[in-house]
């Protein structure tokens, strides 16, 4: 089992950053891949960042590539997301989901655990 905490979310000015974290415990956490996911009222879960925690490698999705970055402290089984030149359409709730394999899947379904999501709102 895979327990994911997020936390950093809040409202905030458009042009503005926010800085997400994710918690990860359990005893193969550091073994997953891992993804940044947000979910606006009435659209469906929408992939961001992915992190293969065994390589370090992460991949981006093109809507945010340049302003959204993962990074991962993997001695405290965390991952963050620097999001930066905030948009009123980033306003969403932020998830942070984990799977057991170790590379990063697109598809919201191919995840096993989720954390319970921070809100986001960006003002204009």
């Known amino acids: 089992q895979v327990q994911l905490v997020e936390s950093g979310g809040g409202l905030v000015q458009a042009g503005g950053s926010l800085r997400l974290t994710c918690v990860a415990s359990?005893?193969?956490?550091?073994?997953?891949?891992v993804g940044w996911f947000r979910q606006a009222p009435g659209q469906e879960r929408e992939f961001l960042v992915g992190l293969n925690w065994s390589i370090g490698t992460t991949n981006t999705a093109d809507p945010v590539k340049g302003r959204f970055t993962l990074s991962s402290d993997s001695a405290k089984n965390t991952v963050y997301l620097q999001m930066n030149s905030l948009k009123p359409e980033d306003t969403a709730i932020y998830f942070c989901?984990?799977?057991?394999?170790?590379?990063?899947?697109?598809?919201?379904?191919?995840?096993?655990?989720w954390g319970q999501g921070t809100q986001v709102t960006v003002s204009a």
């Open positions: 359990g005893r193969t956490a550091n073994r997953h891949a």
């Open positions: 989901a984990a799977r057991t394999e170790t590379w990063p899947s697109l598809l919201a379904r191919d995840y096993d655990y």
